[in-house]
């Protein structure tokens, strides 16, 4: 639990979130800890499951995966899909970034990236359109990103 954590841990997981690839000795530098202390803490932030894993945020336009859409799926009452299968169909698919259930007119809410329009157009008809049970998809393109972080607002 986040109760669990007191303001060094939080500031470990904040400079963290800033940029993981700095050396345990640069995070205990920008927290006020000493090395040791530091990496056992970051250690015991991973067991716990505070730091589930360490990536590296790719530069999407650098990629050549410059489009962006956010889609709206709903399924058909008529012949109900178990969220579980949806999930283990979409999470197979590189290009659907995130998947969430949703509350409202549709179930399911996908972030996807594609190259261009044409590849989503591809996309949608060779996979996501075959998908047993969908009823219906609305598709927005996200045409600029005012925000976009990975890191949750700690209160430090």
């Known amino acids: 639990m986040a109760g669990d954590l007191d303001k060094i841990d939080l500031k470990i997981l904040k400079a963290m979130q800033e940029d993981a690839s700095r050396s345990a000795a640069e995070i205990a530098e920008a927290v006020g800890l000493s090395q040791s202390p530091c990496w056992r803490r970051i250690q015991r932030l991973k067991d716990e499951g505070?730091?589930?894993?360490?990536?590296?945020?790719?530069?999407?336009?650098?990629?050549?995966?410059?489009?962006?859409?956010?889609?709206?799926?709903?399924?058909?009452?008529?012949?109900p899909v178990d969220k579980d299968e949806f999930a283990a169909v979409v999470k197979a698919f590189p290009e659907v970034m995130e998947c969430h259930v949703i509350l409202g007119a549709f179930d399911f809410l996908l972030r996807i990236v594609a190259q261009d329009i044409q590849a989503y157009e591809k996309f949608f008809f060779e996979k996501l359109a075959r998908i047993p049970g969908i009823q219906e998809v609305n598709s927005y393109v996200g045409i600029s990103e005012i925000k976009a972080t990975t890191a949750l607002p700690l209160k430090v």
């Open 50 to 79: 505070y730091i589930s894993k360490i990536v590296a945020v790719l530069n999407p336009e650098k990629l050549n995966l410059r489009t962006q859409l956010f889609v709206q799926i709903k399924m058909s009452r008529a012949h």
